[in-house]
Structures are given as structure tokens and as C-alpha cells.
């Protein structure tokens, strides 16, 4: 319970800065056009890399404390490794993503 309450409490500062995410006539009918919808999305898609981001840093912390803790099994080292080599893909695949979608967005909105 204690580590969700810290979880929670650490996430506060986000909820209280994410204020300035949209444009300001955003709720208005009249106002809204296509460029807003991409502009949520760009935000959104934001916020899902930074996840990304952390939970990978989450597994390399995680599969480098296994790679530490195996006492030299070779069998558990090479898990390890390989593990690490497809977070690394993993990260590499999400940046790819990220620069084509931004790319095309930048295309798009001109």
C-alpha cells in the first residue's frame, strides 16, 4: 500500500503541469479543426514514450540485477543478455516510430 501511495504522490507534479498541454480554445466547436486532433495526439503519443521510456528502464534495472545475482550461471547470464538485447531493440523501434510520426505529422500540418 505504502509503495502505491508513494507511486501516486510522485505523479502529482504531472497532474498539476498538465495544464498548458492543450491550445486554449480547445473545448470551443467553432474553433476546433484537424490540427487540434493531431495536436492531442502528438501529446498523447508523448506521453506514451515517456512510458515506454521508464518501463524500459524499469527491465534493464530489473534483468541487470538478475545478470548481477545469477552467480555465474552461464545459462541465466545469457538470458540476461539476451534480455537487454531486446529491450534495446525494443527502445530502437519506439524511436523509429516516433521520428517517422513525427515526420509525417510535420508533413501533414503545413
Known amino acids: 500500500m505504502n509503495r502505491l501511495a508513494f507511486l501516486l504522490l510522485t505523479l502529482l507534479p504531472g497532474l498539476a ?8 480554445n480547445f473545448g470551443d466547436p467553432e474553433n476546433q479543426t484537424y490540427a ?21 528502464l524499469v527491465f534493464l534495472i530489473l534483468t541487470g540485477y538478475r545478470m548481477i545475482t545469477s552467480l555465474g550461471n552461464d545459462k541465466a547470464v545469457q538470458q ?9 531493440i525494443g527502445i530502437l523501434v519506439v524511436i523509429g516510430a ?8 510535420q508533413q501533414i500540418l503545413r
Open 17 to 24: 503541469s498538465a495544464e498548458g498541454l492543450l491550445p486554449e
Open 80 to 88: 540476461s543478455k539476451m534480455s537487454i538485447l531486446y529491450i534495446i
Open 98 to 105: 516516433y521520428v517517422i510520426v513525427n515526420t509525417l505529422g
Open 36 to 56: 487540434y486532433v493531431l495536436y492531442s495526439l502528438k501529446h498523447l503519443g508523448n506521453v506514451a514514450i515517456q512510458i515506454v521510456f521508464a518501463v524500459a
